[in-house]
């Protein structure tokens, strides 16, 4: 079984002195050492043929435009001396910086058809304002008219207080509920069905978007959405399995995202080797026993496919199928590598 890993952080030293210059500890108090040689070793000890860079939170942005660009043209030349084993997701600047949206545009026009960047990093929020937020409009139509695939990872909250137990940091806990956050911000605004030619990828399973999911599309009709529109637009997010490859954890997001949507992420190197070995462990075996919860429904797997065996509430062996294709030809439709080239995601 050889593995695509789609959510694989690279570090640089500009990149970590830059958010620690800003008073973040987004990036984590310890840094692990990287380098492309140190990265394919950890790649070939998991089976991993393939990795997607890019950087964690809070992203080059931190460090302004000048970082945004020199940052994606290292992941860029990184690539291009690897390219049978790195993709990339080119970094953007920050959407709610004085220079307005203009600087956003032109890095993902040059990132996406210039530095030929395999998709484009987003975070979940940008100072006070989600995603879907009306002055992100000009963006998003960008984003459409390029056909960009968007990797979000979440990006640091305000909370109070800001630690949990006074010593642990936001990426717990405060991570998933940012991607939530985020999630639901662009159903309820629209910006899922508005733009359909973008495709994003939610980090850890969707955070605690499955579990929330039903309390989402309740509110639907205050925003002009039926439940069946909002139910729609939620299954059109992708997710990874980074630090989600428990049974709940699965059991929650399979019942809600369609199995062909869920990619195989580490989040290594903040997720250590052997963590990164449990999870595939643990991604595997539910994959092969065929657990499955009801939720709200599987549409997209059910009896009349035969991907769900309703009598046992279980996958089928289709429905296995489909859901093992986590580990690789998932990525490959969503980007068009491999026998999906030229077919468009």
């Not at 380098?35 to 089976?47: D, G, H, K, T, V």
């Not at 390029?146 to 305000?158: G, K, N, T, Y």
């Not at 994003?200 to 509110?219: D, M, N, V």
Request: charged content about 25%.
């Amino acid at each position: 079984m050889s593995i695509i890993d789609t959510h694989l952080h690279i570090i640089t030293p500009d990149f970590i002195e830059a958010v620690r210059s800003a008073g973040s500890d987004a990036a984590g108090l310890i840094v692990p050492p990287w380098s492309p040689e140190i990265a394919l070793s950890f790649m070939n000890s998991r089976n991993i043929e393939k990795g997607i860079l890019s950087y964690t939170s809070p992203g080059p942005k931190v460090g302004g435009n000048a970082l945004v660009r020199r940052t994606n043209e290292k992941l860029r030349d990184i690539v291009g001396e690897h390219k049978e084993r790195f993709g990339w997701f080119a970094s953007l600047p920050d959407w709610d910086s004085p220079d307005g949206v203009d600087a956003v545009l032109e890095e993902a026009e040059w990132a996406m058809k210039e530095a030929r960047a395999d998709g484009l990093s987003i975070m979940t929020s940008y100072n006070d304002k989600l995603p879907g937020h009306e002055d992100f409009l000009p963006i998003w139509e960008k984003l459409n008219e390029l056909r960009a695939v968007l990797f979000m990872h979440p990006s640091e909250i305000a909370v109070i207080p800001r630690l949990i137990a006074s010593k642990v940091a936001q990426p717990l806990v405060d991570y998933p509920l940012a991607t939530t956050r985020a999630a639901a911000d662009l159903v309820l605004t629209k910006t899922m069905s508005r733009f359909t030619n973008v495709k994003i990828i939610l980090s850890h399973a969707g955070g605690t978007l499955p579990y929330l999911t039903e309390r989402i599309i309740t509110l639907s009709p205050l925003f002009q959405l039926s439940k069946e529109e909002c139910r729609r637009d939620i299954q059109r997010f992708y997710t990874d399995t980074a630090l989600s490859t428990s049974k709940s954890q699965l059991m929650a997001l399979t019942s809600i995202i369609p199995p062909t949507h869920i990619l195989y992420g580490s989040d290594w190197p903040y997720v250590s080797a052997s963590a990164v070995q449990d999870g595939v462990e643990e991604l595997g075996a539910y994959i092969k026993g065929g657990c499955f919860c009801g939720g709200m429904g599987h549409p997209h797997v059910n009896a009349a496919s035969g991907g769900l065996d309703e009598d046992k509430g279980e996958f089928s062996e289709s429905g296995r199928k489909e859901l093992a294709g986590v580990w690789r030809d998932n990525t490959e439709r969503l980007f068009g590598w491999g026998k999906y080239a030229g077919a468009g995601n």
